[in-house]
């Protein structure tokens, strides 16, 4: 390629930039007269819907933060507080269920404020007709799941309607926990230089529901990766503290949509290496038939975190210490341009933008 060549591509690319950065500028609007599924898929859809619907309505400091739960200064001390709602099918899968999906989902949340988790709220919705030993097996799991996670679920409600119109069961619990340590991790606090980290394979819960219901006739031995991360994140917050910047669990819309939320909140670039990604290959086999990439696929024990450069060592140290992120590695790097973008460096020597779900590949995977 000459001079002249080399000069069209990058001159291209500025024009690219530029209507993206447009694009992003504009001020959230639905522009559909009616909520789709995509609204509900953690991607371009769902984060219209939240800004310029709920948090247009219900606008304050610390709900303008987006992140996975509040962290609120009571005067009495800091306290986090976050509430999540499940509605994933089949209700039942490898590896776990809707009951301590719904436990482990909100001890996340906490978990990567870098709270305590301490205690939960739980509500139902049942349909009529559900059968009584089918919620038996999902108060179980759950409190299984709550005591596994040194948490109490201490108050609660139950609707029940009309069959057909709630699919066997949906759950919504809230949590507290005790926000022991001064730190602040945000989406927005990403710098230049700073380490993109994940604690282990990425897409099994997402892959593991979709297979479990049975559509595709595919049969493969894997399992849901749901678990309870908060021993995970004390551990790396003892060992590097300030040095983490940000922790989130890589849940509805994966790895991809917790970049680039990161990106365009700290207007840093996430430059992601494709072979650096850990992916089982049952995992990556089963997305090359569903013509879907891994890394927008849905994890339940995963956490990303972007760690400042001189703290890797010691976080990659803790998160493999730990039995839920022995498999942790490095997969990218905070750079400072292109602002707001994700960019992946691919396995064969190209880079292409990394941008948010606009559609729903993995409809109800939590």
Same mark, same amino acid.
């Given at each position: ?6 000069? !069209?591509?990058?001159?291209? &690319? ?12 504009r001020r959230p609007k639905i522009r559909e007269e009616r909520i789709t599924l995509a609204h509900g898929a953690g ?11 709920? $948090? ?5 400091? $610390?709900? &303008? ?9 009571? !005067?009495?001390?800091? +306290?986090?507080?976050?509430?999540? %709602?499940? *509605? =994933? ?17 909100? =001890? ?5 404020? !870098? ?8 509500g139902f919705i049942l349909e009529e007709g559900f059968p009584v030993a089918d919620l038996h097996r999902v108060v179980? #799991? ?10 109490? *679920? ?16 949906? /759950? ?26 994940? %604690?282990?394979p990425i897409g099994d819960h997402g892959i593991t529901v979709m297979l479990a219901r049975g559509e595709l006739d595919? %049969? ?45 909140? #700290? ?8 072979? #650096? ?5 049952? $995992? ?5 038939? +569903?013509? /879907? ?5 849905? %994890? ?6 972007? $760690? ?21 590695? *490095?997969?990218?790097? *905070? ?5 707001? +973008? =994700? ?9 292409? /933008? =990394? ?12």
């Amino acid at each position: 390629m000459n001079t002249s060549q080399r000069a !069209g591509a990058a001159s291209r &690319e500025e024009q690219v930039l530029e209507r993206i950065a447009k694009v992003r500028a504009r001020r959230p609007k639905i522009r559909e007269e009616r909520i789709t599924l995509a609204h509900g898929a953690g991607g371009k859809a769902t984060h219209t819907l939240i800004e310029a619907v709920f $948090v247009e309505a219900f606008r304050n400091p $610390v709900l &303008e933060q987006l992140e996975d739960g509040a962290s609120l200064d009571t !005067g009495a001390g800091r +306290l986090a507080f976050t509430t999540d %709602s499940f *509605v =994933v099918a089949p209700l039942f899968f490898p590896g776990g269920n809707i009951g301590d999906l719904a436990v482990n989902g909100t =001890v996340n949340d906490l978990a990567m404020c !870098g709270a305590r988790p301490l205690y939960l709220s739980a509500g139902f919705i049942l349909e009529e007709g559900f059968p009584v030993a089918d919620l038996h097996r999902v108060v179980d #799991s759950m409190a299984a799941a709550a005591r596994a996670a040194g948490v109490q *679920v201490v108050t609660g409600d139950t609707k029940v309607v009309d069959r057909g119109k709630a699919d066997g069961c949906y /759950i919504n619990t809230a949590g507290v926990g005790l926000l022991d340590r001064p730190l602040r991790l945000a989406a927005s606090a990403a710098r230049p230089g700073d380490v993109v980290l994940v %604690s282990g394979p990425i897409g099994d819960h997402g892959i593991t529901v979709m297979l479990a219901r049975g559509e595709l006739d595919i %049969s493969a031995d894997i399992r849901s990766d749901t678990a309870p991360l908060h021993g995970l994140t004390a551990a790396l917050l003892d060992a590097v503290g300030e040095g983490v910047r940000l922790l989130r669990d890589a849940t509805r819309g994966g790895v991809a949509t917790i970049c680039n939320e990161v990106a365009v909140a #700290s207007q840093v670039a996430v430059v992601l290496d494709e072979g #650096s990604v850990p992916v089982r290959p049952i $995992v990556t086999g089963a997305a090359e038939l +569903l013509g /879907i990439d891994p890394l927008y696929v849905a %994890s339940e024990g995963r956490l990303v975190a972007v $760690v400042a450069p001189e703290r890797v060592d010691a976080a990659l140290a803790a998160l493999r210490a730990h039995p839920l992120g022995a498999e942790a590695a *490095v997969i990218g790097a *905070v750079r400072d341009d292109p602002p707001g +973008l =994700v960019m992946l460096r691919t396995a064969f020597g190209g880079t292409r /933008i =990394v941008d948010l779900l606009v559609g729903d590949p993995l409809p109800r995977i939590c």
